[in-house]
């Protein structure tokens, strides 16, 4: 594995550190009045998504993990499994539901998403930032609620709940952000 000076550190890297995975949260570069220079690094575990402060002398190296990324085909969800194909070789593996988060919800047959893998461990799924939905019910307008930013609740085709603006009826189909499950906009058909 490349070492890498903790002066170089950015965000998004990956390094292995106490026999663990972590990914870089946040860097700063400290000079205090008295002693030398130092990078505080904020750390979060891969696996366990615990959370770690640490302090490397600036000239101190820490090995670099170089992972794999490949886009994968989401198939289908088994229980609290998705199963991804790699479009190259066919070849499928399942990722467990609470490492996707929240965002699972909205997993399509056939959607590409982005797999980080290390060794062949699937480490994080990145899914497209948004997707198409056809919303299911959405309640009826309040009277007297006029105010542009007056939002009304609905739910999508999963089941899901979303806030969407008073004009948008049952049936219609809306783009909705896969991070937050938020309104975007009306879907251009």
């Not at 000239?59 to 993990?65: A, D, G, I, P």
């Not at 007297?144 to 009304?152: F, H, I, L, V, W």
């Not at 806030?163 to 058909?189: C, H, L, Q, W």
Request: hydrophobic share 35%.
């Amino acid at each position: 594995m490349p070492k890498i000076n903790a002066i170089d550190l950015k965000p998004g890297n990956v390094l292995e550190h106490q026999n663990k995975l972590w990914i870089v949260v946040k860097r700063e570069l400290v000079q205090p009045g008295k002693g030398g220079a130092f990078a505080q690094v904020e750390l979060r575990d891969l696996r366990s998504g615990n959370k770690s402060t640490e302090r490397f002398r600036t000239q101190e190296t820490v090995e670099r993990v170089r992972l794999d990324e490949k886009d994968m085909q989401f198939l289908y969800m088994e229980g609290d499994q998705a199963t991804f194909m790699d479009n190259d070789t066919f070849e499928q593996i399942s990722v467990p539901r609470e490492l996707i988060g929240d965002p699972a919800d909205f997993l399509r047959d056939g959607m590409v998403c982005q797999v980080m893998l290390y060794e062949g461990t699937p480490l994080s799924v990145e899914m497209p930032p948004n997707v198409t939905m056809a919303l299911v019910e959405a309640d009826p307008v309040v009277r007297g609620q006029t105010a542009s930013s007056s939002y009304k609740p609905g739910r999508l085709e999963n089941g899901r709940r979303v806030m969407i603006p008073p004009y948008i009826e049952a049936g219609t189909r809306i783009v909705v952000n896969t991070a937050d499950g938020s309104f975007v906009e009306r879907a251009k058909d």
